[in-house]
Every structure is written in structure tokens, then in C-alpha cells.
């Protein structure tokens, strides 16, 4: 059973910047393609990055030029979120899919204040 966890979230001001790892219980990021997705209260749950297991990436229209996906190690991925603004309050949610499965972390909060 694979298990993420994700961390880094937190209370930030309007223009700062956070980094989320995403870390799984086994090496599999270098297999399997990943993604992050946020959810804020009342809306649906949406993609914000992802990146294959090549090291291709593509980001939600809303985050590019500010947010940037990355892979660490075969362990953990990272999202690092820059200029942040209050409409990219979240849970924020990470993902792989193995096997036709997908596995999801519990989510990490993130809250910008404008």
C-alpha cells in the first residue's frame, strides 16, 4: 500500500512564496507520473501541476509563471508556490497513479491573506 503525505502548508500573506513536499512511502515517483491538486471550500477539486514520469510538466492556467513542480528523489515531489494570492487558498492534495490506481495524501492547508 503506497502512502503520500504531504506537509508545508500554513498561513501566508498575500505575494509570498510556500513549498509543499509530497513524500511517498516508496520509491515510486520515478515510475509513476504525479500531480497536485487543490480544493477550496464549495468548488470542486482541481489540477494544479503535474509532471510524468519523463520529467514533462504542465501547470493549471491559473498558476503558471508562478508555481513550479519538481521531483526531489524517487521519494518526493515538490510544489513551490510563488506570489501567492488569496484565490489560491486550499487543501492542497498530491496524487500518483500506479497501476491504474490513484492514491491520494490527506491534504495540507494552505491560506493566503490578502
Known amino acids: 500500500q503506497v502512502q503520500l503525505v504531504e506537509s508545508g502548508g500554513g498561513l501566508v500573506q498575500a505575494g509570498g512564496s510556500l513549498r509543499l513536499p509530497c513524500a511517498a512511502s516508496t520509491s515510486i515517483f520515478s515510475r509513476n507520473p504525479m500531480g497536485w491538486y487543490r480544493q477550496a471550500p464549495g468548488k470542486q477539486r482541481e489540477l494544479v501541476a503535474s509532471?510524468?514520469?519523463?520529467?514533462?510538466t504542465n501547470y493549471a492556467d491559473s498558476v503558471k509563471g508562478r508555481f513550479t513542480i519538481s521531483r526531489a528523489n524517487a521519494n518526493t515531489v515538490y510544489l513551490q508556490m510563488n506570489n501567492l494570492k488569496p484565490e489560491d487558498t486550499a487543501v492542497y492534495y498530491c496524487?500518483?497513479?500506479?497501476?491504474?490506481?490513484?492514491?491520494w495524501g490527506q491534504g495540507t492547508q494552505v491560506t493566503v491573506s490578502s
Open positions: 496524487n500518483t497513479l500506479i497501476n491504474s490506481l490513484l492514491y
Open positions: 509532471i510524468t514520469t519523463s520529467g514533462n
